[in-house]
DNA sequence: TCCATAATTAACCGATTAGTTAATTAACTA
DNA sequence: TAGTTAATTAACTAATCGGTTAATTATGGA
């Protein structure tokens, strides 16, 4: 995989990293604070694996401080998803309309009652 | 890969998919239009592997014509990334910021050179 | 200096992925 | 009915991925 888009969604298409991500969104963190929520499940050599993908991807950012590694969200890599994103932005927008004409339904039907009345959702 | 948005996440990062999506983006089309532009890189096996694999993320969906298959994009499955990606919202947007900021001080040093004055575009 | 802590590296393994070729299905057409 | 076109399925392979355990590096503290 040689181009840096397809590493980018590469490395979001993992519920743990997409998990050490969300905690990063609160704060820094170094690699074992990070990995403590994981550590039932895999082994610390696993979760320096999976940083280095998010790190690669240009998701997050690695210091050093002594014998820690306090990473932090990096902006950029999701830019790039976002602005890609942006070409397919009257496709998304479209399902956006569905749910909220979905949700008028839904209101209509509680106005009503039981009736259970509701206009075609397209 | 159990849950829909790791799958979503895994069928864009491919860049064959990705350029799929761009020529749906334009329209219907075929399976073997779709193929096309790929049929000296690979086989027709493998595009219809690589169409299965964006059909089963949400991307695309498939209908029946006679011995063809339209194919057209489905918004709901980009939907679920922007939605994931709104929660990272302040950090991409703090990109963008930095972009503007970078933007400026070439605009600053166009003016001191060539007297380029201009409004910043937004 | 010696030990504990934080993290990484190395070597390995099974499952999945992305591709192949060959065969097959399904629909139209002469 | 026989042939052609569109697409899929089957069976296989090489490379990558996500994990493991064991060993190693680097730093701070008693």
Known sequence: MPDQLSQTFSALADPTRRAMLAQLS?????????????LKDMSLPAITKHLKVLEHAGLITKSRDAQWRPCKING?????????????????????DRLEAYLKTVVAKEKKGKKNVRKKTK
Do not use: H, I, T
């Open 76 to 96: 950029e890599g999701l830019k790039d998803v976002v602005d890609w994103m942006e070409q397919y932005r009257v496709f998304w927008e479209a399902s956006f």
């Open 26 to 38: 609160k704060g820094e963190a170094n690699v074992s604070d990070l990995a403590k929520p994981f």
